[in-house]
């Protein structure tokens, strides 16, 4: 069957059963199988007596927010309108998100291992054109170069080894020289 171009928001990824055999994996198997691997990493770290969701349970929401790839309101709304009951003690959208960010470093255990061969480098992303800098009060990036270009915004840096897996990874703004990540 092979991957299809039009996107389906009830199928995440496709999966081989047999060999030359590909199938489009729904997302009501997808959530359980994720939740499995995230659990078998996670399952030293133990449950806040005040806490309403397991650890393995942020994470694999936060997993599935950065595999969505859309908002945290239409995230919201997707999760609680098709999976609520997967997830019955699922905070309020602002809440989860709290969590997502005060809970970030339970997911260092899935970066890979670092090996002899690997890559750095950075990207930079960029948020605004140099020409509306200072505009908005509100503006997140900075200005720098990145690519032998000026831009507004911020710089990605990623560590890959040598089967292209993040072993590490860093962000600042575009100012930053790309030599300090390092």
């Known amino acids: 069957m092979g991957l299809q171009s039009s996107y389906d928001s009830s199928t995440l990824v496709c999966v081989t059963s047999f060999p030359g055999e590909e199938r489009r994996m729904i997302t009501e198997e997808f959530i ?42 239409a995230f ?26 005060t809970h970030q470093d339970w997911t260092q255990v899935f970066l890979a291992a670092p090996m002899v ?10 948020l605004i054109h140099p020409m509306r800098e200072g505009r908005s009060p509100q503006q997140i990036g900075r200005k720098g170069v990145s690519n032998h270009r000026w831009m507004v915004g911020g710089k990605l840096c990623l560590v890959l080894n040598q089967w292209g897996l993040v072993v590490a990874w860093a962000w600042a703004t575009a100012n930053v020289a790309e030599s300090s990540h390092l």
């Open 76 to 101: 919201s709304r997707w999760l609680t309108r098709d999976y609520r009951t997967l997830f019955p003690r699922l905070p309020e959208r602002t809440r989860l998100f709290r969590l997502f960010v």
């Open 117 to 126: 061969l690997g890559v750095i480098d950075t990207y930079g992303i960029e």
């Open 32 to 73: 359980p199988a994720l939740f499995y691997e995230v659990d078998e990493q996670l399952r030293a770290i133990p449950k806040h007596p005040e806490a309403h969701l397991w650890p393995s349970e942020v994470v694999t929401l936060g997993l599935l927010y950065a595999r969505k790839g859309v908002g945290n309101r």
